[in-house]
């Protein structure tokens, strides 16, 4: 039989989601409104735009699968 300490509510899982995720969301656009008022970004230069978004998702994602790979470790429960 699984332990408590190995176990872990779906609620909970949602939460660091959110913990995680909604931060490095606002810190991006945070970072891009800079980089946009200070001219390094041009707002009609959809390739350097594009790329900066890409950035931004590809943070993102990197995110979620450390989490992903940490929450592997345990075993999810309905909370």
């Not at 980089?35 to 041009?42: E, R, T, W, Y």
């Not at 940490?70 to 309905?78: A, G, M, P, R």
Request: net charge positive; hydrophobic share 50%.
């Amino acid at each position: 039989m699984d332990s408590p300490k190995n176990t872990i509510t779906s609620a909970q899982v949602r939460r660091w989601y959110l913990l995680v995720n909604l931060p490095l969301i606002a810190i991006s656009l945070y970072v891009h409104s800079l980089l946009v008022s200070a001219g390094h970004v041009p707002g009609n230069n959809i390739l350097e735009n594009t790329g900066l978004w890409l950035l931004i998702a590809f943070k993102i994602v990197g995110a979620n699968a450390i989490l992903a790979a940490i929450f592997s470790t345990f075993k999810i429960t309905k909370s």
